[in-house]
């Protein structure tokens, strides 16, 4: 969502400063790659909980007077640091800032757009500032499509330092250099367009997935029943084939159609979705699975190794909003392979975070940057 955010001001105003999250050090609210325009238009994006967006704001522009620059925020509390913005969140984040309308901006910027439109590409960025000789770094950029092909470089790049730059693997720290894969969004297919799929594409389309809704019901498929869905269709049973569901993809049967949700299955079945849902309860399920699973070939225990049913997370609630929560958290569990993950805290990390530091790095800390 936040890129499609910030490619949207980007093309309405294209002008401003864009910021990245190129390095962490100990705790961050956001994680490397986090974005920012900032605009005359507005904003877009974030890179902190709130606290480093108005000061970033504020002097984006000054920052960028002589070209891309690198800052450093401080986000433990420590009045003698010298390093300014201490906000208690406890690590070091190193922000870039760069002018939109330079050449790197703009490329970048152009890869982001494509990347919404499904053209993935890998972005290495030679960061600003001082080199080993004591010379000044500028920003430069080199910007590949998947196949590996030169989309974007800057003119001071060297052939040698594309070739180095192709072989750097993105989400690992290079000494002065970030790489980034810019990956199409997930895809998500609602198969079925009643009540309760509305909140399920409104809940999907917040975390910017791409979404299509499809029903063998022309009253029920209409672009202005799901507004937040890139594509509204009508199902054609007799050629599954032009949904263009991929092995990338999220697919969820609801249609509440036994036969609709039967030729479903067993097409997704070969299709073989990286997420593949089926709404309804345990016994309606086990019918339709036993069925595609003679209809295929195959054992039922093969086919029920790649369906999800009953579908989403078992979080309680009920209703289409909870049922629509529950789909959402396990697609997105499984796009980011963390099903059956945790985040809780237990005793003996409480210990280790202890020892650390005590509460008094966070006691005196506000969030100060948040008036302008």
Not at 128 to 155: C, K, Q, W, Y
Not at 211 to 223: E, F, I, K, L, N
């Amino acid at each position: 969502m936040e890129r499609r955010q910030i490619v949207g001001l980007w093309k309405r105003q294209a002008s401003g400063v864009l910021v990245t999250l190129v390095r962490v050090e100990g705790s961050s609210y956001r994680r490397t790659g986090a974005r920012m325009l900032a605009s005359g238009a507005g904003h877009a994006g974030t890179l902190s909980g709130g606290c480093l967006e108005a000061d970033v704001i504020r002097r984006a522009e000054f920052l960028v007077r002589e070209g891309a620059a690198v800052e450093r925020y401080e986000t433990n509390f420590d009045d003698t640091s010298e390093i300014p913005f201490g906000l208690g969140c406890g690590g070091v984040v190193d922000l870039l800032f760069e002018p939109v309308a330079a050449p790197e901006g703009s490329a970048l910027l152009a890869a982001m757009d494509a990347s919404l439109q499904g053209r993935e590409a890998k972005v290495v960025s030679f960061l600003p500032g001082p080199s080993r000789n004591g010379e000044t770094r500028t920003l430069r950029r080199v910007i590949f499509a998947a196949d590996g092909e030169v989309v974007f470089a800057s003119p001071e790049l060297s052939q040698h330092k594309i070739d180095c730059a192709r072989g750097m693997q993105p989400g690992l720290e290079y000494d002065g250099r970030f790489a980034e894969r810019l990956e199409a969004p997930q895809r998500l297919f609602v198969l079925g367009a009643g009540e309760d799929a509305r909140p399920l594409v409104e809940m999907a389309a917040l975390l910017g997935w791409g979404v299509t809704v499809a029903d063998g019901r022309a009253q029920h498929s209409r672009a202005e029943r799901f507004p937040r869905a890139e594509r509204v269709m009508v199902l054609d049973m007799e050629d599954l084939s032009g949904l263009g569901v991929t092995v990338r993809d999220a697919a969820i049967v609801m249609t509440h159609s036994y036969e609709q949700d039967r030729a479903l299955l067993t097409w997704l079945l070969d299709v073989a979705p990286m997420y593949l849902g089926l709404l309804g309860s345990r016994h309606r399920s086990s019918i339709l699975v036993a069925e595609a699973a003679a209809m295929l070939g195959r054992t039922v225990e093969q086919c029920c190794e790649r369906i999800f049913a009953p579908v989403g997370m078992d979080l309680g609630g009920d209703g289409p909003e909870a049922i629509a929560l529950a789909i959402v958290a396990e697609v997105q569990a499984v796009a980011s392979g963390r099903l059956g993950g945790s985040r809780r805290l237990f005793a003996a990390e409480v210990a280790a975070q202890i020892e650390q530091g005590g509460a008094s790095r966070y006691l005196m800390a506000q969030c100060a940057l948040d008036t302008p």
